[in-house]
């Protein structure tokens, strides 16, 4: 069975899954970085982001791994793919990830400014979308071919999504920070009465990895 | 050194405190039980609060110990000694905790109705203010004879002593479930701000230690 999934998505102790004032310099905003400890060490993302051989393996990395198995097919908040807000003043921006960014699979962009679909070395194709989160996540299913679906962030995106019941598993990392500003991914959101509750839960030495699930 | 502290303090993976709809029933909100699942196995809270033998030591318990730890006064709010709102009907309500409550010193609850000192079995004296935050704790830094102050909860009564950069260090338990509604103790604080950063994150199998301490 396929899946709409959120994965490897790292939360602060206050519940900020991103710092405030993102900008080129600080793409998961201000502090945000230490959200993603945990992740930048394991093998998983050493290879996946930085085409490095080495990195550990353990809780972590079996998390790190979870998270990029079998996903046919993904969806961005326009935030995540850059940071630029409004009309995008040329097509000279494609993602942070470089040319060979690590989805090799469809990714659709939300955003209310469309451009011509991006087609990257490595098999990521970026189409940008301007519609109801139901109407894009159909998009996403028919191009995942039966594979999962994830949606990638950010917070505004992955909150969309809740709030319509469309996500059938959230994996996130609670990270032993405090951000104190940023974006908010619980506030106002009543997850058991949206039908979530946590199903796993697994401490590593960097986070506390839990798994939220959808009851059918 | 003397310090004012919270500790033992759970809060769910959304970041409430407490559950909704607190009553005689649900001293704790609804759900709110959840949070305290890594503390009620405990040997010291088995024994401190059910005066039974037994009980698990461990990570969990080495938290529980530390938080009943060189305390010389406790201040409450008083949804957390008990559930009446508004004026106390008459002197009947004592506490939730019997004849004998598990804290053996002064303890001094914030109420906008004051009553008369209740002086228990055990050494716990209940006294009733009607003031600042920084003048109750002055008056429990005096009864508690160099040992700490221990800010017992509920939600609303740490944020206050929180916004007023008054608490040294907490210790707070993050339990895997969620609550979806209830009483959120970061919403709108902004920690780092204020002077809090997170200096020790300890897992056990039933909750994510870390203590938060203000930075001098």
């Not at 998505?9 to 899954?17: A, E, H, K, Q, R």
């Not at 945990?38 to 050493?46: E, G, P």
């Not at 998390?63 to 993904?74: E, M, P, Y």
């Not at 003043?89 to 400014?113: A, I, K, M, Q």
């Amino acid at each position: 069975m396929m899946k709409v999934r959120v994965a490897a998505f790292s939360i602060s102790l206050d519940g900020f899954g991103a710092g405030p004032e993102q900008s080129l310099e600080n793409p998961l905003g201000k502090g945000g970085f230490g959200l993603h400890d945990w992740a930048m060490s394991t093998r998983t993302f050493q290879t996946m982001l930085f085409g490095q051989e080495g990195g550990e393996g353990g809780i972590d990395d079996d998390f790190a791994a979870r998270s990029f198995d079998n996903v046919g097919a993904w969806i961005l908040g326009r935030n995540m793919f850059g940071p630029v807000r409004g009309p995008w003043p040329d097509e000279s921006w494609r993602g942070w990830w470089g040319d060979n960014p690590p989805y090799h699979v469809p990714v659709f962009v939300l955003t209310h400014h469309l451009r011509p679909t991006l087609t990257m070395a490595g098999g990521t194709v970026f189409q940008f979308r301007n519609c109801d989160v139901r109407d894009v996540l159909d998009e996403a299913k028919r191009a995942a071919g039966g594979r999962d679906v994830r949606i990638g962030g950010g917070v505004a995106t992955v909150r969309q999504f809740l709030a319509a019941r469309l996500i059938d598993e959230l994996h996130l990392a609670v990270a032993p920070v405090l951000l104190g500003r940023g974006e908010a991914l619980f506030a106002g959101l009543d997850l058991p009465a949206l039908g979530y509750r946590c199903v796993e839960s697994t401490p590593s030495d960097k986070a506390l990895h839990v798994v939220l699930r959808k009851e059918a």
